[in-house]
């Protein structure tokens, strides 16, 4: 046991990295290593999250068959990976041998990733009080919005109506990246943009 760190609860957590180790292998080594550094930044509060969307369009791209489900899958087991190591102030060979049964699942390329960017980067993720507190909620990323006009519905033929979509792009706790999109019509829109100039003004005298 590693000063306490392989208990059960931790063994069954990080068998979800063999779990996962299906999807791991359809990433070239290129790609895994980019997802890791990504992952890395996140957890030390230097990008909001990983876009997963991105990430998973070139790679399809690259002629590889794959969707963001599983790409956020990966996400999900190796930011656990990491955090949990931080936590516990694992060494590479502590966190490669803590991985167990799973070590022989994964694809050698992705292993040689892991206790790479383990090595390398795996002693600065902040582990402070704070940041793990910050690690339980989501992350705002940026705010699109545009004008529309709804032209016909289910039970009109002509609405001409104007509406505003708004997507919100936001980091979960894990780091994938995600958009949400929703409509407003232009009375929700204004008394939606008179709360943020509210708080804009109690920011001034903060």
């Known amino acids: 046991m590693l000063r306490g760190f ?17 999807k791991i292998n359809l990433i070239p080594q290129d790609f895994f290593a980019e997802l890791c550094e990504q992952i ?21 791209t690259s002629g590889i068959e794959i969707n963001v489900g599983d ?8 930011s656990f ?4 190591a931080a936590r516990n102030n694992l060494s590479t060979e502590e966190l490669i041998t803590t991985l167990g ?27 402070s009080e704070d940041a ?18 709804a032209m016909s519905s289910d039970t009109c033929r002509s609405l001409k109506y104007p509406y505003v979509m708004v997507t919100l792009k936001v980091a979960d706790p894990s780091g994938q990246v995600t958009d949400k999109s ?25």
Request: charged share 20%.
């Open 81 to 84: 990976l990491f955090s949990t």
């Open 101 to 127: 049964s799973a070590v022989s699942t994964l694809p050698k390329h992705a292993v040689q990733v892991i206790r790479h960017v383990w090595n390398e980067q795996g002693k600065s993720i902040s582990v």
């Open 182 to 206: 929703f409509e407003m019509t232009i009375p929700q829109f204004k008394n939606f943009s008179r709360q943020f100039k509210e708080m804009a003004a109690v920011l001034e005298t903060v």
């Open 40 to 60: 890395i930044q996140h957890l030390n509060h230097k990008i909001p999250g990983v876009n997963t969307a991105e990430l998973c369009q070139r790679i399809q």
């Open 6 to 22: 392989a208990t059960d609860q931790y063994c069954l957590c990080f068998s979800d990295v063999g779990g996962a180790a299906d």
């Open 71 to 78: 790409i956020a899958k990966i996400v999900n087991v190796v």
């Open 132 to 149: 793990r507190n910050m690690a339980t909620v989501g992350q705002f990323v940026d705010m699109k919005w545009k004008l529309g006009v």
